[in-house]
């Protein structure tokens, strides 16, 4: 992970140098006199706090999207149910860490339950035995309340999830993240390096202006050293439930994600329909999986989450 921090000028020497705040490309940088201090350099105390607190979480997936409405939460969500249903014994939680739009209790149907803090820290809400989830939503007075929030408070809010939540054993924690590559995704990336990350997951629609943001989320996870477990198409096609007639809703000019998958040699793990019962579903807060368990998007997801446990596997 680098260390020049995202604001940076162009020839940043990074927090670390020891020209730091006092190279020529520092003159006007509003972080000048803190790294000039030798402040900047000193590790951040959570980021070991972080690896300990997470000590027993196996693997932990940041799920990411270049743009919004891509349905990134909602495949978040089927990821959790597909991985937990998969196996009793599989333990599998859910960090709503998208601070500015945090559905994951509407999705998962939990809406309006309440977190405990204890001595051994933030108690996740189960949604079933073998599924949990902590999310801003739970915490928040009205649901408008973080779309406010500054970086630096959004950032404290991160660091606050990822050190402060007992998830107790974890096979899996799937980190639900806001759209695009903003502070908050390097916050995550930089208070989880020593935790480590199994990778991320990044999910998109087949048209060329989302998977342009997503060339970008690509070249983010490069540059911060994340791997890429690989890109999920989402609403790739719809299906007419009355004729069956298919559909491109979003077409794929520039031959969707599974031309760009090869072009950048990246693992293209499923897509999945579009289907007006999913998000019926979502917005009641069933679980799709055991409504339509022969579904398409069902089978399709189940294929996904296969090769996400073997991308795990090897990571
Ligand atoms: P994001 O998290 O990327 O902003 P959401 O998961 O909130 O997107 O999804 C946006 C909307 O699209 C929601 O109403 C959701 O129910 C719907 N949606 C997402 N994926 C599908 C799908 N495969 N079929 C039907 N509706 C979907």
């Known amino acids: 992970m680098s260390n020049v921090p995202d604001n940076a000028p162009q020839h940043c020497p990074g927090t670390e140098s020891q020209d730091a705040g006092k190279a020529s490309a520092c003159a006007g940088c509003p972080n000048q006199n803190i790294c000039a201090s030798g402040a900047a350099s000193i590790p951040d105390p959570a980021i070991d706090i972080i690896k300990n607190r997470l000590s027993n979480v196996k693997h932990k997936i940041l799920i990411l999207s270049g743009k919004g409405g891509v349905g990134k939460s909602t495949v978040t969500s089927l990821l959790g149910h597909a991985l937990a249903a998969k196996n009793p014994d599989i333990n599998v939680g859910i960090l709503d860490a998208d601070i500015c739009g945090p559905s994951q209790p509407r999705v998962l149907g939990v809406r309006g339950e309440q977190v405990h803090n204890s001595g051994s820290g933030w108690s996740p809400v189960y949604v079933t035995d073998n599924l949990s989830l902590m999310s801003i939503g739970f915490l928040l007075g009205s649901p408008d309340d973080a779309v406010i929030w500054r970086g630096p408070k959004k950032n404290g809010m991160i660091k606050q999830f990822l050190s402060e939540v ?14 695009g590559t ?61 004729c069956k007639t298919r559909s491109e809703i979003f077409p794929a000019t520039t031959g969707g994600a599974v031309q760009m998958c090869s072009d950048l040699d990246t693992q293209m793990l499923g897509s999945l329909p ?42």
């Open 166 to 179: 007992d998830w107790g054993e974890l096979d899996y924690l799937l980190i639900d993240t806001p759209p």
């Open 182 to 242: 903003s502070d908050e995704h390097l916050s995550a990336v930089q208070y989880l390096s020593k935790a480590g990350l199994s990778g991320a997951v990044v999910v998109t629609t087949p048209q060329e202006v989302a998977l342009l943001d997503v060339r970008k989320e690509l070249q983010f996870c490069d540059k911060v050293g994340v791997k890429v477990l690989g890109v999920i198409e989402n609403m790739s096609l719809f299906v007419c439930p009355n």
């Open 274 to 315: 579009l289907d007006p019962l999913l998000a019926r579903c979502c917005d009641e807060g069933t679980d799709f999986l055991q409504a339509l368990p022969n579904s398409p998007a069902v089978i399709a997801l189940k294929d996904i989450v296969d090769k996400i446990i073997s991308a795990c596997e090897s990571a």
